[in-house]
């Protein structure tokens, strides 16, 4: 206990609020109380506490949110709002240059717990546009039509041996998707979504989790994952976070073979830097020479981000595990260019809460790496959001970053000049949709809670992407051209 109490200490001083942005050597004896599993304790009772409060307040009952509340072709941001239902301050919107298309309730897309987390999408070979929005107690299925409406196709359960969990998370490989969860004894289902080609809107489908999946893996500790994620090139995807940490991977990365989604089986894992929250593993083509060609995971691990490389599934290497100034609990990263590889924006979900480093104000901030050198990689700046809240998941697509921000909702940044300017200087916000308004009237216009979006889906050719919130149910919007 007092090496965990020396470890906490440490940890505060060297966070101490309004300090700038850079890289750090990983210090042992904070590393020790993320190790340990403290401080993922402690995030996890700040958000069993926030929605044990919703919830008393009846805010997961979805059935009070209505359908496709607005019937035309779409509402249009004008002057700052989105007046989906006029008069009503619960369905306008607070908006910068992105239009509102549809809303679909979690009762409405067959969920009895509600409660939403992650989403995923896919594009069919005829062009028609399929998502898949995570529930507590299960996946929903609904195509976006060219109006951008969204039409419920029906859902596949949890697994029957689970109990409901909000942490179900998703990710697509070719026509399937891969959704694994938190809950104990759940696995990690793959589902094939051509299988929604034929349904009939009018009849929607319960998917069986016993006959409807393609395939079924649960080679982990205790059947219960924190997230997945997919190289589809390579052909694997890997579930991280799969607890508990005293397990043989120490909750590190775990590998499964994707090549026949009906048979998956187990590659190896990756424990050398213990607990992986989450991660982006793909084929390495960057500037950095002496990796070029490689499997490489980019896992962001509680205080650092952990560079992979694991080409030998069995034999993975850390290349390098650098933390940063602000570091409190690194939750998700993306590589802005996939093609170079040269730039990462990381996100961290407890630095608002307790005010440590450049989030002193409580003001999301997104941490800016310069990564050519993925033994040396540089933390060159940060960019802080105009909307007071917390920072989420997020993606980057062509030098646009789409990032879900909680109760502030949907946040879209330019971050095409990080090549030219890597101090986030030039990075800028050009859009955003705010799906929370019921913080609207708060002193800064938000709050630092884990309430609202969890996360979204950018990815469609058509424009539209999909918004999943923890309380209400999916929305439908697009950016203004």
């Not at 992105?98 to 717990?113: E, I, K, M």
């Not at 799969?242 to 009906?262: H, T, V």
Request: proline residues 5%; charged residues 20%.
């Amino acid at each position: 206990m007092k090496t965990l109490q020396l470890a906490t200490m440490a940890f505060t001083a060297l966070l101490a609020p309004g300090i700038s942005g850079r890289e750090l050597k990983p210090d042992d004896s904070v590393s020790q109380a993320y190790d340990s599993g403290a401080v993922h304790d402690e995030l996890m009772s700040k958000k069993m506490a926030s929605w044990d409060r919703q919830s008393r307040k009846g805010a997961y009952d979805s059935h009070k949110w209505k359908s496709n509340p607005h019937r035309g072709d779409f509402v249009r941001c004008v002057d700052g709002l989105a007046k989906v239902v006029p008069d009503d301050p619960l369905n306008t919107f607070r908006c910068s240059k992105v239009d509102f298309y549809d809303f679909a309730s979690h009762a409405g897309l067959g969920s009895q717990t509600g409660r939403g987390s992650s989403s995923w999408g896919w594009t069919s070979p005829g062009g028609r546009e399929f998502v898949v929005v995570a529930q507590a107690d299960g996946a929903a299925f609904a195509e976006i039509t060219h109006r951008g409406k969204l039409v419920y196709l029906g859902r596949l359960p949890q697994s029957a041996a689970a109990e409901p969990s909000i942490w179900r998370e998703i990710r697509g490989y070719k026509h399937y998707i891969v959704i694994g969860s938190e809950a104990v004894s759940h696995g990690v289902q793959i589902f094939d979504m051509s299988k929604l080609l034929k349904v009939d809107p009018k009849n929607p489908v319960t998917f069986s989790t016993e006959t409807d999946v393609t395939g079924f893996w649960n080679d982990l500790p205790a059947g219960r994952t924190h997230n997945v994620v997919v190289n589809e090139e390579k052909q694997f995807g890997v579930a991280v976070g799969a607890q508990p940490r005293s397990s043989a991977c120490a909750s590190g990365l775990i590998f499964f073979d994707l090549k026949d989604p009906s048979k998956p089986t187990t590659l190896g894992c990756a424990a050398g830097d213990g607990y992986v929250h989450d991660a982006q593993c793909l084929v390495y083509r960057g500037p950095d020479t002496k990796y070029y060609g490689k499997d490489i995971c980019y896992g962001y691990n509680e205080e650092t981000l952990t560079i992979y490389d694991v080409t030998d599934k069995n034999g993975t290497t850390i290349i390098s595990r650098t933390s940063y100034e602000g570091a409190s609990y690194t939750h998700q990263g993306w590589v802005t260019n996939t093609q170079w590889q040269e730039f990462l924006l990381l996100d961290d979900e407890l630095d608002e809460v307790r005010g440590n480093g450049p989030a002193a104000s409580g003001y999301p901030i997104t941490y800016i790496w310069d990564i050519r050198s993925l033994e040396s990689p540089k933390q060159t700046g940060v960019y802080r959001s105009a909307a007071y809240g917390i920072d989420h998941n997020q993606f980057v697509i062509d030098g646009i970053a789409y990032q879900s921000h909680y109760s502030a909702g949907l946040r879209i940044l330019d971050v095409s000049s990080l090549p030219r300017d890597p101090t986030g200087a030039r990075v800028k916000e050009i859009g955003f949709f705010d799906i929370y308004p019921e913080d609207d009237g708060e002193p800064n216009g938000g709050t630092i809670d884990f309430l609202g979006t969890w996360s979204h889906y950018p990815f469609f050719k058509s424009g539209y992407i999909l918004i999943n919130t923890i309380e209400r149910g999916a929305f439908v919007v697009k950016r203004q051209r």
